[in-house]
């Protein structure tokens, strides 16, 4: 057993503990989600929107999922095509006519081009740039495959469980189909490809409670939370109960900045806090979105965010 003085050991004694300090004290890392990839600049969902937002140093690229007809999972937001293709234009009978609850009598019923109507290969006929501006024209409905491909090794990927119920009356299994998808790509466990974590988020409690207790899901888990009547869920018992099914809540902005305490409330709970959605000329009372991201970040305490203005967020 070699012998030391007590001068040594006091001198490392003493670095050892210099060291702690500094670890302690060091901040730690903010998490940039890109929303629909960098969607203030480029069409949501497109591989363009997520080459951006992998050039504007996202961490996280974000894939809103839903399900054709032919059972493949795309990366759209909204349940229909119309705002985000010409599928007016290229499929023009083939729309469905909603009557809405609130429906006057004799108004025009909307017409709606549901996803789940039209198989891949009829999606990937439509462009999905234009609507953005002439210089995306021929950007294409990305797979949830493709967005894996094209962002695996240069960010994570952030899937939202996208109206699962919906899918589920018309057949679908929209969890088995992403866990499949994640097996596949074996990327079902924490860790297994460090340059690609995967977060898995949804509005839908009941989504994330068969990843985890059905599918014996790992990877971590966000619940969604929109602005009432889904705030009830926090409160101090609606936190804890969160946690049993999921690693973070995701919440509306309006509801931290209506109450910030809530950080601490799901800090203590065990419950990283990922509010949505920060976006340029949606503001509220800040000058612009890099000073809306600082307050939330750095005031607030949050552990990270939504935003379609990666190159904006502010980085300490
Ligand atoms: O998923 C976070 C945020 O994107 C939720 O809102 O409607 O943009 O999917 P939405
Ligand atoms: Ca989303």
Redesign the pocket.
């Known amino acids: 057993m070699p012998k030391f003085n007590h001068r040594f050991i006091a001198v490392v004694v003493s670095i050892l503990a210099a060291l702690a300090v500094v670890q302690a004290n060091q901040p730690t890392k903010k998490i940039l989600v890109a929303?629909?990839g960098a969607s203030s600049y480029a069409p949501e969902h497109t591989i363009a929107a997520y080459k951006l937002a992998i050039e504007q140093r996202a961490d996280f690229v974000?894939q809103?999922l839903q399900i054709t007809k032919d059972g493949v999972l795309v990366c759209l937001?909204d349940l229909t095509l119309e705002r985000t293709t010409n599928v007016e234009e290229v499929f023009p009978d083939r729309f469905k006519q909603d009557v809405s609850e609130d429906q006057q009598p004799g108004a025009q019923k909307a017409k709606h081009w549901y996803v789940s109507d039209f198989t891949l290969a009829e999606i990937k006929r439509l462009d999905a740039g234009s609507w953005k501006g002439e210089q995306f024209k021929g950007e294409r409905v990305p797979t949830w495959q493709e967005a894996v491909d094209f962002v695996r090794g240069k960010a994570g990927l952030y899937p939202?469980t996208?109206a699962p119920e919906v899918y589920g009356r018309r057949g679908f299994d929209m969890e088995k189909l992403l866990m499949d998808s994640l097996r596949k790509n074996k990327l079902e466990r924490p860790g297994a490809d460090a340059k690609t974590p995967v977060v898995i988020?949804s509005?839908s409690d009941a989504s994330l409670r068969k990843l985890r207790d059905v599918h014996k899901l790992k990877l971590p888990l966000v619940f969604?939370i929109?602005s009432d009547p889904q705030a009830k869920w926090l409160t101090e018992t609606g936190l804890k109960t969160i946690k049993g099914f999921a690693d973070g809540i995701?919440p509306n902005k309006s509801l931290i900045e209506r109450e910030p305490k809530l950080v601490g409330w799901a800090h203590t709970a065990g419950l990283t806090v990922t509010p949505?959605?920060f976006r340029s000329g949606a503001t509220g009372r800040y000058k612009d979105v890099r000073e809306e991201m600082t307050q939330f970040l750095f005031t607030y305490g949050v552990d990270a965010l939504?935003t379609d203005n990666p190159d904006q967020f502010p980085r300490r």
């Open positions: 929303h629909r974000e809103d937001h939202e996208k988020q509005f969604l929109h995701g949505y959605t939504f």
